[in-house]
Protein backbone atom coordinates (compact mmCIF):
# COMPACT_ATOMS: atom_id res chain seq x y z
CA UNK A 1 0.00 0.00 0.00
CA UNK A 2 1.42 3.39 -1.26
CA UNK A 3 1.26 6.72 1.42
CA UNK A 4 2.39 10.10 1.24
CA UNK A 5 4.60 11.58 3.99
CA UNK A 6 7.63 13.86 5.24
CA UNK A 7 10.87 13.68 6.07
CA UNK A 8 12.66 16.89 7.04
CA UNK A 9 10.42 18.59 5.27
CA UNK A 10 9.71 17.05 2.03
CA UNK A 11 6.71 15.45 0.85
CA UNK A 12 7.43 11.83 -0.02
CA UNK A 13 5.36 8.39 -1.30
CA UNK A 14 6.04 5.73 0.65
CA UNK A 15 5.66 1.76 -0.30
CA UNK A 16 5.47 -1.03 2.62
CA UNK A 17 6.80 -4.01 1.30
CA UNK A 18 4.44 -7.27 1.90
CA UNK A 19 6.07 -8.53 4.62
CA UNK A 20 6.27 -5.08 6.66
CA UNK A 21 9.94 -5.20 7.16
CA UNK A 22 10.84 -2.36 5.14
CA UNK A 23 9.20 0.67 3.30
CA UNK A 24 10.46 2.66 0.28
CA UNK A 25 10.93 6.43 0.64
CA UNK A 26 10.57 8.19 -2.64
CA UNK A 27 12.12 11.72 -3.30
CA UNK A 28 11.67 12.73 -6.61
CA UNK A 29 13.59 10.64 -9.18
CA UNK A 30 15.27 8.49 -5.63
CA UNK A 31 14.24 5.47 -4.03
CA UNK A 32 15.26 5.09 -0.41
CA UNK A 33 15.10 1.63 1.55
CA UNK A 34 14.48 2.41 5.18
CA UNK A 35 14.11 -0.68 7.94
CA UNK A 36 11.73 -0.40 10.31
CA UNK A 37 14.42 -1.41 12.59
CA UNK A 38 15.86 2.04 12.33
CA UNK A 39 15.59 2.47 16.39
CA UNK A 40 13.48 5.54 16.34
CA UNK A 41 9.46 6.23 15.88
CA UNK A 42 9.53 9.72 13.67
CA UNK A 43 6.85 11.48 12.44
CA UNK A 44 3.56 9.97 11.52
CA UNK A 45 4.84 6.79 12.90
CA UNK A 46 4.29 7.95 16.18
CA UNK A 47 0.79 7.68 17.41
CA UNK A 48 0.45 8.18 21.08
CA UNK A 49 -2.43 10.16 22.53
CA UNK A 50 0.01 12.18 24.33
CA UNK A 51 4.14 13.61 23.31
CA UNK A 52 6.12 15.26 26.09
CA UNK A 53 8.11 18.23 23.31
CA UNK A 54 11.97 19.09 22.94
CA UNK A 55 13.14 21.83 20.87
CA UNK A 56 15.83 20.88 18.68
CA UNK A 57 17.84 23.50 21.18
CA UNK A 58 16.70 21.17 24.21
CA UNK A 59 14.06 23.28 25.12
CA UNK A 60 11.02 21.84 26.61
CA UNK A 61 8.10 22.90 24.79
CA UNK A 62 5.40 20.90 26.79
CA UNK A 63 3.01 18.00 26.79
CA UNK A 64 1.10 17.78 23.77
CA UNK A 65 -1.06 15.77 21.16
CA UNK A 66 1.00 13.99 18.51
CA UNK A 67 -0.51 15.52 16.25
CA UNK A 68 0.15 19.28 17.53
CA UNK A 69 3.67 18.08 18.09
CA UNK A 70 3.39 17.03 13.92
CA UNK A 71 2.42 20.31 13.16
CA UNK A 72 5.27 22.27 15.27
CA UNK A 73 7.60 20.11 13.25
CA UNK A 74 6.49 21.03 10.00
CA UNK A 75 6.23 24.55 10.99
CA UNK A 76 10.09 24.56 12.15
CA UNK A 77 10.82 22.14 8.79
CA UNK A 78 11.97 19.75 10.70
CA UNK A 79 11.14 15.94 11.91
CA UNK A 80 9.12 14.84 14.80
CA UNK A 81 11.57 12.13 16.32
CA UNK A 82 10.57 10.09 19.39
CA UNK A 83 13.89 9.76 21.86
CA UNK A 84 12.40 8.54 24.40
CA UNK A 85 9.61 6.21 24.41
CA UNK A 86 9.49 4.58 27.84
CA UNK A 87 9.16 8.12 29.00
CA UNK A 88 5.48 8.96 30.90
CA UNK A 89 4.50 10.43 28.32
CA UNK A 90 6.86 9.49 25.70
CA UNK A 91 9.77 12.70 24.95
CA UNK A 92 10.13 13.98 20.68
CA UNK A 93 12.35 15.98 19.74
CA UNK A 94 12.04 18.01 16.71
CA UNK A 95 15.51 17.38 14.71
CA UNK A 96 16.74 16.89 10.88
CA UNK A 97 16.59 13.28 11.16
CA UNK A 98 18.07 12.75 8.06
CA UNK A 99 21.43 14.63 9.13
CA UNK A 100 21.43 12.60 12.66
CA UNK A 101 21.06 9.52 10.99
CA UNK A 102 23.81 10.67 8.65
CA UNK A 103 26.42 11.99 11.50
CA UNK A 104 25.72 8.81 13.78
CA UNK A 105 26.77 6.97 10.94
CA UNK A 106 29.82 8.59 10.59
CA UNK A 107 30.87 8.67 14.27
CA UNK A 108 30.06 5.05 14.14
CA UNK A 109 32.86 4.61 11.03
CA UNK A 110 35.41 6.90 12.82
CA UNK A 111 35.08 4.47 15.90
CA UNK A 112 35.51 1.42 13.96
CA UNK A 113 38.21 2.75 11.78
CA UNK A 114 40.20 4.00 15.38
CA UNK A 115 39.32 0.70 16.92
CA UNK A 116 42.06 -1.74 17.12
CA UNK A 117 41.30 -5.19 16.82
CA UNK A 118 44.00 -7.69 19.14
CA UNK A 119 44.98 -10.64 16.80
CA UNK A 120 47.31 -13.85 18.18
CA UNK A 121 50.23 -13.84 16.18
CA UNK A 122 52.27 -17.29 16.44
CA UNK A 123 56.10 -17.72 16.50
CA UNK A 124 57.35 -20.90 16.11
CA UNK A 125 60.94 -22.33 16.61
CA UNK A 126 62.57 -25.55 17.11
CA UNK A 127 64.82 -26.23 20.20
CA UNK A 128 67.89 -26.24 18.04
CA UNK A 129 67.49 -22.93 16.52
CA UNK A 130 70.48 -21.03 15.87
CA UNK A 131 71.17 -17.62 16.91
CA UNK A 132 70.15 -15.54 13.96
CA UNK A 133 67.31 -17.65 13.31
CA UNK A 134 66.31 -16.58 17.13
CA UNK A 135 67.03 -12.73 16.42
CA UNK A 136 64.90 -12.55 13.57
CA UNK A 137 61.95 -14.56 15.58
CA UNK A 138 62.32 -12.03 17.91
CA UNK A 139 62.32 -9.22 16.30
CA UNK A 140 59.32 -10.44 14.30
CA UNK A 141 57.32 -10.83 17.45
CA UNK A 142 58.72 -7.08 19.26
CA UNK A 143 56.87 -5.57 15.81
CA UNK A 144 53.76 -7.99 16.48
CA UNK A 145 53.61 -7.02 19.91
CA UNK A 146 54.60 -2.89 19.01
CA UNK A 147 51.01 -3.04 16.39
CA UNK A 148 49.27 -4.07 20.08
CA UNK A 149 48.80 -7.52 18.99
CA UNK A 150 49.46 -11.22 21.27
CA UNK A 151 51.99 -13.44 20.19
CA UNK A 152 52.29 -16.61 20.83
CA UNK A 153 55.84 -18.44 20.91
CA UNK A 154 56.23 -22.06 19.99
CA UNK A 155 58.54 -24.77 20.57
CA UNK A 156 58.03 -27.80 18.73
CA UNK A 157 59.98 -31.20 19.92
CA UNK A 158 60.75 -33.76 17.11
CA UNK A 159 61.45 -37.54 18.19
CA UNK A 160 64.31 -37.45 20.69
CA UNK A 161 63.64 -33.60 21.25
CA UNK A 162 61.01 -35.01 23.83
CA UNK A 163 63.36 -36.19 26.56
CA UNK A 164 64.99 -32.84 26.47
CA UNK A 165 61.97 -30.42 26.67
CA UNK A 166 63.80 -27.69 28.92
CA UNK A 167 66.44 -26.95 26.39
CA UNK A 168 62.47 -25.89 24.90
CA UNK A 169 61.19 -24.38 28.40
CA UNK A 170 64.66 -21.99 28.51
CA UNK A 171 64.46 -21.07 24.68
CA UNK A 172 61.24 -19.71 25.40
CA UNK A 173 61.91 -17.74 28.71
CA UNK A 174 64.59 -16.45 27.50
CA UNK A 175 62.49 -15.46 24.21
CA UNK A 176 59.85 -13.59 27.19
CA UNK A 177 63.55 -12.09 28.67
CA UNK A 178 64.09 -10.29 25.65
CA UNK A 179 60.64 -8.87 24.91
CA UNK A 180 60.42 -8.08 28.70
CA UNK A 181 60.57 -4.24 27.67
CA UNK A 182 57.74 -4.33 25.92
CA UNK A 183 55.43 -7.41 26.72
CA UNK A 184 54.48 -9.21 29.91
CA UNK A 185 54.32 -13.24 29.95
CA UNK A 186 50.69 -14.24 30.57
CA UNK A 187 51.45 -17.85 31.69
CA UNK A 188 54.74 -20.35 32.24
CA UNK A 189 55.74 -22.32 29.62
CA UNK A 190 53.20 -25.08 28.62
CA UNK A 191 53.98 -28.36 27.06
CA UNK A 192 50.50 -30.02 24.77
CA UNK A 193 51.83 -32.91 23.25
CA UNK A 194 55.01 -31.96 21.51
CA UNK A 195 54.45 -28.29 21.66
CA UNK A 196 55.07 -25.94 24.00
CA UNK A 197 54.28 -22.70 23.98
CA UNK A 198 54.21 -19.10 25.93
CA UNK A 199 51.49 -16.07 25.39
CA UNK A 200 53.19 -12.51 25.22
CA UNK A 201 50.89 -9.98 25.75
CA UNK A 202 51.62 -6.01 24.77
CA UNK A 203 52.30 -3.96 27.76
CA UNK A 204 49.96 -0.56 28.00
CA UNK A 205 52.02 2.62 27.67
CA UNK A 206 51.61 4.51 31.10
CA UNK A 207 50.66 8.29 31.11
CA UNK A 208 52.91 10.92 32.25
CA UNK A 209 52.30 11.90 35.83
CA UNK A 210 51.07 15.81 35.70
Keep these: MGSTRRISGAVVSCHAEPSGSAFFVCVEWRCVRISSKQGHQINEEIRDREVRLVSADGEQLGIMSARDAL ?4 EANLDLVKI ?3 AVPPVCKLMDYGKYKF ?3 KREKEAKKN ?6 KEVRMSPSIDVNDFNVKLRNAQKFLAEGDRVKVTVRFRGREMAHTEIGRDLLLKFAEQ ?3 VANMDKEPKLDGRHMSIFLSAKVAKEPKK
Design 71 to 74: AKAE
Design 84 to 86: SPN
Design 179 to 181: CAE
Design 115 to 120: QHVVEI
Design 103 to 105: EQT
